[in-house]
């Protein structure tokens, strides 16, 4: 069975970072994408950033491009999301996934398991 659990959100004053954790488990990742999206209040998930597992190529939402950074620890089946420069319009919960596949993409339909979701908020 597939879990990810999220770490690292929180509270934090606009230009601020943080960065966010997703702790994998339950089957081999290698190969497999990850992603990061978010949901604001009232409004549809988002996708934010996606890796591959191996290889490193990286995809980002044109909105946190030059100011966030997907990252993955292999030993550790850990991904990461550094945020920086954070925005109050960055306020969400952000979500991690694992893909289907290895296709890197920001389609929602392409993941097939979630995690709860880590609250970040910035303020003005």
């Known amino acids: 069975q597939v879990q990810l659990v999220e770490s690292g959100g929180g509270l934090v004053q606009a230009g601020g970072s943080l960065r966010l954790s997703c702790a994998a488990s339950?089957?081999?990742?290698?190969?497999?994408?990850m992603g990061w999206f978010r949901q604001a209040p009232g409004k549809e998930r988002e996708f934010v950033a996606a890796?591959?597992?191996?290889?490193?190529?990286?995809y980002y939402a044109d909105s946190v491009k030059g100011r966030f950074t997907i990252s993955r620890d292999n030993a550790k089946n850990t991904v990461y999301l550094q945020m920086n420069s954070l925005k109050p319009e960055d306020t969400a919960v952000y979500h991690c996934a694992a893909g289907r596949g290895v296709a890197v993409t920001s389609r929602t339909q392409e993941y097939a398991h979630w995690g709860q979701g880590t609250q970040v908020t910035v303020s003005s």
């Open positions: 890796i591959r597992w191996s290889g490193g190529y990286t």
């Open positions: 339950g089957r081999t990742f290698s190969n497999y994408a």
